[in-house]
């Protein structure tokens, strides 16, 4: 059991590339479940993203300023030593569908594997978001298609500006 004594923390973890209305439900519910939340973007040499890291950081930043408890921090290695190191008991993660199930479920049991005290935990996503990737909010902009209700007003404004070279306002 989590040592009630001390302040409970735990780790929102993603890729974030960018941040998308789904994302933002779960922080918001996230932060009443722990003392100290922590949004931590993965450093992946690997993947290609859209934005660099210091740019989610700054747009996740801006979005999560309201929650008090909310933090925002980038972490590279084993998502799990990251956590211990922060002395974080809890992983939150959103199953939008069933075909995230899978994934989590290996990822949660990997995780639990190698480090037993850390426990992953789940959120359903919000119904009105359980259709929002981030992957699909950059195809759609992309075709010109309209984003608008599905990322933070700030995120739409960068999407636009990196995707399609436009400012908006
Ligand atoms: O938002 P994403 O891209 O689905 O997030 C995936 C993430 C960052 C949670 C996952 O790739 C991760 O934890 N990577 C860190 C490396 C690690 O710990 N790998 C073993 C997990 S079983």
Known sequence: MPDRRTSLVAIYPGSFD?????????????????????????????????FSVEERMDMLREVVAP?????VDTFHGLLVDY??????????????????YEYELQMALMNRRLRPEIETVFMMAGEAYSF???????????LG????????????THLKRRILGQDIE
């Not at 929650?67 to 933090?71: S, T």
């Not at 922060?86 to 995230?100: F, H, M, P, Q, V």
């Open 18 to 50: 960018p941040i998308t209305n789904g994302h933002l439900d779960m922080i918001e519910r996230g932060s009443h479940l722990a003392d100290r939340l922590i949004v931590a973007i993965l450093r992946n040499m690997n993947k290609q993203p859209l």
């Open 145 to 156: 298609g309209n984003i608008s209700g599905l990322v933070p007003p700030t995120v739409e």
């Open 132 to 142: 929002i990737s981030s992957m699909l909010v950059k195809q759609i902009i992309q």
């Open 67 to 71: 929650y008090a408890n909310v933090e």
């Open 83 to 100: 956590a211990a190191e922060k002395r974080a008991t809890y992983i939150l993660r959103g199953i939008r569908a069933i075909s995230d």
